[in-house]
């Protein structure tokens, strides 16, 4: 995983000065049950979790099956919010003053997609199935995530499940090229991400350190040559030449002196020369790919499930049998993301300083958790909570009375370190990289389409009545439309403010395209080319005029009233400005900040509870706490 790619950072001496200075300047489950349970009950799996090809990099994706440009891989993945972390820690992230191994998985919200970044003043996103288990390749990368959709899956504020899950889903994957059968796959992180990290990450090639290196080696491949001229005509022989060589490049990967590009090169000389041969790139890529033998016999199957609209009332989303998976088998595998104090999820009320001008959370007010809690296991004895990442297992929902399918400490070291288990919880406060994992296994047959459950507990599902029990829905403005319900629609015509002041109910904002340099007094009317360059809120949507077509629905044209922010020297204050004619498609809505489904008052919070029997002792650390 990405945490997991300290592996990458290799040393590289030189032969000689000219070179160096060139290269630096660049559970109880029974065992019948678990005889089966490490490969999937189908032929056809396409997908697999397997030892990543970049050395001690954990685990990462392969495709088993030959892949063309821009098809999609696996299913879509949620996006959960986390929302305004370091203000309800009361502190930073990046001093280390609380432990959330999650940074080195979540993404930025602008990655995701626009909505999530105005759901709070700061926002990340855990995308738990292909936004968190490939690993980054910026040399090989070969595959890409789409923004994620906004849908509550047909579950209405007045529905108790409203605001229990993420609205944020079907975040796709896509290929950037053909990629042969047997490949991992590479996602982009980005070049800061490897930046920000190489306090203890070293130096990770980039992509433009594999062109240094290959400038590199052509520079080399002539020295060699001219030193095995030399060497013939010394009489030394083969053999001896060859061992000299190796030496040579030894000597090269040894040097104190480190620099990205010198990561960047072959790891033996064996590789060096044929990369003088064919290129690096071949020679990383013919390095990146697995043979589907290692994939059936030490992978798990990624595709045994698929998420969808659940069948069990007030759920949402649930995940159903992409094949018929027999009883024992592996349904998913799910490596574990441990958060050692669940108190870090608290949210509390705003306590705000008007001398100062500082905001601080009032430690005293609890208001609620993040929604992460709801998609990560606990015990009522313990501050740990793990959080599971695998394809299509965060949409797994509950059933108590007849599951068929539950999940099992993995027995497969590959995946998970079970000395772990016995480890206290202060432990894995200095453990940065995922080390253990559940697998679901199924407690019988589950047919293709079936949806699969687990229990969730006895204690999820006391407080889960309860919640029913007690729902009272918040009141709704009777002009609310959801923001994603109006984007969807781009042809009804938009209420003006003399129709409607409260824009919709008053918890969301419109946004319009228009350019800073299109501002001025001779400037009003909104063109093609402000597309997709500066969004400013909308104050009013003034006027509306209709454009009627003969083939076609009628559209409109808008006059809208915009909030135009200081920019630069041109615009030294906040003015309002009226831009006319903008069409539709420049418009676009988004909740206001903290007005979501997942802000929604007294929405169900609880973590999924882990079977007393196989809860570690050594985690017990909140033995009689309330």
């Not at 071949?282 to 199957?301: A, F, M, P, V, W």
Request: with cysteine.
């Amino acid at each position: 995983m990405r945490d997991r790619l300290l592996s990458s950072v290799h040393t590289l001496p030189s032969a000689s000065a000219g070179l160096l200075i060139y290269l630096m300047s660049c559970s109880s489950l029974s065992s019948t049950l678990l005889a089966d349970a490490s490969s999937s009950s189908s032929k056809t799996c396409k997908l697999y979790l397997a030892t990543s090809t970049i050395p001690n990099a954990g685990l990462g994706v392969f495709t088993a099956v030959p892949l063309g440009i821009d098809e999609l891989v696996g299913v879509g993945d949620p996006a959960i919010p986390n929302v305004d972390m370091d203000f309800h820690n009361d502190g930073s992230a990046n001093k280390e003053d609380y432990h959330w191994l999650l940074d080195e998985y979540n993404w930025k919200a602008s990655e995701v997609g626009p909505y999530l970044e105005t759901e709070a003043q700061t926002v990340n996103a855990y995308v738990p199935g292909m936004g968190a288990m490939p690993n980054c390749h910026l040399y090989l990368k070969n595959v890409a995530e789409s923004h994620n959709q906004y849908d509550t899956a047909g579950i209405t504020r007045a529905d108790p499940g409203i605001g229990a899950f993420t609205a944020y889903h079907n975040r796709t994957t896509h290929t950037l090229k053909p990629i042969q059968g047997g490949s991992e796959l590479f996602v982009d992180y980005g070049v800061q991400w490897f930046k920000s990290r190489e306090s203890y990450m070293g130096l990770i090639p980039l992509e433009d350190s594999y062109y240094v290196a290959r400038d590199f080696l052509e520079r080399f491949e002539p020295f060699l040559d001219r030193f095995t001229t030399y060497a013939e005509e010394g009489g030394i022989s083969t053999a001896t030449m060859d061992k000299a060589k190796s030496d040579l490049w030894d000597m090269i990967l040894q040097s104190p002196y480190k620099s990205r590009p010198l990561s960047a090169l072959p790891k033996t000389f064996q590789l060096a020369q044929r990369a003088m041969k064919f290129s690096i790139r071949q020679t990383e890529l013919d390095q990146s790919i697995r043979s589907l033998e290692y994939l059936k016999n030490h992978g798990k199957c990624l595709d045994n499930i698929r998420p969808d609209n659940s069948t069990i009332e007030h759920a949402g989303r649930g995940a159903f049998a992409t094949r018929f998976l027999p009883r024992g088998s592996l349904v998913a595998p799910a490596p574990l993301l441990h958060i050692p104090d669940r108190s870090v999820l608290n949210m509390y009320a705003d306590l705000y300083d008007p001398e100062e001008g500082d905001d601080e959370p009032d430690l005293t007010k609890l208001i609620g958790r993040q929604l992460l809690l709801n998609y990560c296991f606990g015990h009522n004895e313990s501050s740990m909570l793990l959080c599971p990442y695998g394809s299509g297992t965060w949409a797994i929902n509950h059933n108590s009375e007849a599951p068929n399918a539950m999940i099992a400490w993995s027995n497969d070291p590959m995946y998970h370190n079970a000395s772990w288990l016995n480890e206290p919880v202060p432990f894995f406060d200095n453990q940065w990289t995922s080390g253990i994992a559940f697998e679901y296994i199924a407690l019988r047959d589950i047919e293709e389409g079936e949806e699969v459950t687990i229990n969730y507990g006895k204690e999820w599902e006391e407080a889960w009545n309860e919640h029913v029990k007690n729902w009272i829905p918040g009141e709704v403005h009777d002009k609310f439309v959801p923001p994603h319900a109006l984007n969807a629609d781009q042809t009804s015509p938009l209420r003006t403010h003399e129709e409607d002041e409260t824009m919709y109910g008053g918890d969301i904002n419109a946004f319009c395209d228009f350019s800073y340099e299109s501002i001025s007094d001779e400037h009003d009317t909104w063109e093609d080319d402000e597309m997709h360059s500066n969004e400013h809120v909308v104050n009013r949507i003034v006027g509306r005029t209709r454009i009627e077509r003969n083939l076609e629905p009628d559209s409109y044209l808008y006059s809208l009233e915009l909030i135009v922010e200081p920019y630069g020297d041109e615009i030294q204050e906040q003015m309002m400005y009226v831009v006319k004619d903008v069409p539709r498609h420049a418009i676009s809505f988004y909740y206001k900040n903290y007005r979501s489904e997942m802000f929604v008052e007294n929405a169900f919070r609880h973590d999924i509870m882990i079977d007393d029997s196989m809860f570690p002792a050594a985690w017990r650390n909140r033995v009689g706490v309330a």
